[in-house]
């Protein structure tokens, strides 16, 4: 759990990284170890776990009703399979047998009243019939192409879009627009061009990043909010970054 982190430990770790006592050749090698070495620290103090949740498909004859029916379904169930005894095996048969005439008569009050209210219009009588009787159609990937080979496909396509598009524009001349002569006294001001950009402190970053919005995505090493707790430990390698991708532009 992240909230179950101990932040002392976690700053230490931090501190003892390659990330503070490493030089790197390029922008590229230091963001792949500033990923890399994060998340691996993460690792140690929240090991990631798996949960199975099964999702299903809503229908719009289900209610609360039925809800709690299961719900009392699974409680005499689980009371049954833990005393193997007839009369909870009796009351168990009776409470999922109570569900599924609860269900039935549920779905079909539904569908009759639809029915019902739609006997007029063949367009729509179709609609139903098709939902109830044919499974929504779903897009199906090539089955001779393995899930996670397709998925690293899918990224290098896009990956290679975004390349080539840096690509072409580096090439493109800068041509500056010609500006028209003007006086003194014009309104018009003609404003230098930028001939460098200004590497940042620490202290700036500092200010930059606490005034960003707090915001995380899957592609972060660690959350944007467990991140701002440790910052004071990261301005270092984050001031690093963003100075070498200043310079190498």
Request: with cysteine; aromatic share 6%; charged share 30%.
């Amino acid at each position: 759990m992240i909230k179950s982190i101990d932040l002392d430990r976690f700053r230490e770790d931090l501190r003892s990284s390659e990330l503070h006592n490493k030089t790197y050749p390029s922008l590229d090698d230091k963001v792949s170890d500033y990923d890399s070495s994060l998340s691996s620290i993460l690792d140690k103090h929240a090991p990631l776990k798996t949960k199975t949740l099964v999702c299903r498909r809503r229908v719009p004859w289900f209610n609360s009703d039925i809800k709690s029916s299961i719900k009392a379904k699974r409680k005499t169930e689980k009371k049954w399979r833990s005393s193997k005894s007839q009369d909870d095996l009796r009351a168990f048969k009776v409470a999922r047998n109570r569900v599924t005439n609860m269900m039935h008569r549920e779905r079909t009050a539904y569908y009759t009243d639809l029915i019902s209210e739609n006997g007029s219009d063949q367009g729509k009588l179709f609609r139903i019939t098709k939902s109830v009787l044919f499974e929504s159609s779903n897009v199906e990937f090539p089955r001779h192409i393995h899930p996670n080979e397709l998925a690293t496909n899918f990224g290098n396509f896009y990956a290679q879009k975004i390349k080539d598009i840096d690509s072409s524009l580096d090439q493109l001349d800068c041509v500056r627009p010609d500006v028209p002569d003007v006086d003194e006294e014009d309104e018009w001001t003609v404003a230098s061009p930028l001939s460098c950009l200004e590497l940042l402190t620490i202290e700036q970053t500092s200010d930059l990043i606490k005034s960003m919005s707090k915001k995380s995505c899957a592609l972060d090493p660690i959350l944007t909010t467990l991140a701002m707790q440790v910052v004071d430990d990261l301005l270092p390698t984050l001031s690093t970054m963003i100075n070498m991708s200043l310079e190498s532009r």
